[in-house]
């Protein structure tokens, strides 16, 4: 069982920065891929980016801007999120992959219960 709690949500000015944590209890990170999803209001959930053994990968809507990244011990991943646009708004999940592709939702087994991003202009 793995328990996944995300933080460092909050408001922000468009152009600006924020570092999204999703922090891991029971089984080590290290061992997963794992994934930052949003869902704005009104919209279904969208992936954002991923981060495996091999190295990254981004939605083409983000890349450039963010990045994943995951600390020595395999704990704790992070979003660094910079020149945020309005658009960027949603709330934001991590969560563990279990198989299939990375894009997909349905890939994904554990989710933690989101931080929200608010940009305003």
């Known amino acids: 069982q793995v328990q996944l709690v995300e933080s460092g949500g909050g408001l922000v000015q468009a152009g600006g920065s924020l570092r999204l944590s999703c922090a891991a209890s029971g089984r080590i990170l290290r061992m997963y891929a794992m994934g930052w999803f949003r869902q704005a209001p009104g919209k279904e959930r969208e992936f954002v980016a991923v981060?495996?053994?091999?190295?990254?990968d981004y939605a083409d809507s983000v890349k450039g801007r963010f990045t994943i990244s995951r600390d020595d011990y395999g704990n704790t991943i992070f979003l660094q999120m910079n020149s945020l646009k309005l658009e960027d708004t949603a709330v934001y999940y991590c969560?563990?992959?279990?198989?299939?592709?990375?894009?997909?939702?349905?890939?994904?087994?554990?989710w933690g219960q989101g931080t929200q991003v608010t940009v305003s202009s």
């Open positions: 981060i495996d053994r091999s190295g990254t």
């Open positions: 969560a563990t992959h279990r198989s299939g592709g990375y894009f997909r939702e349905g890939s994904y087994d554990y």
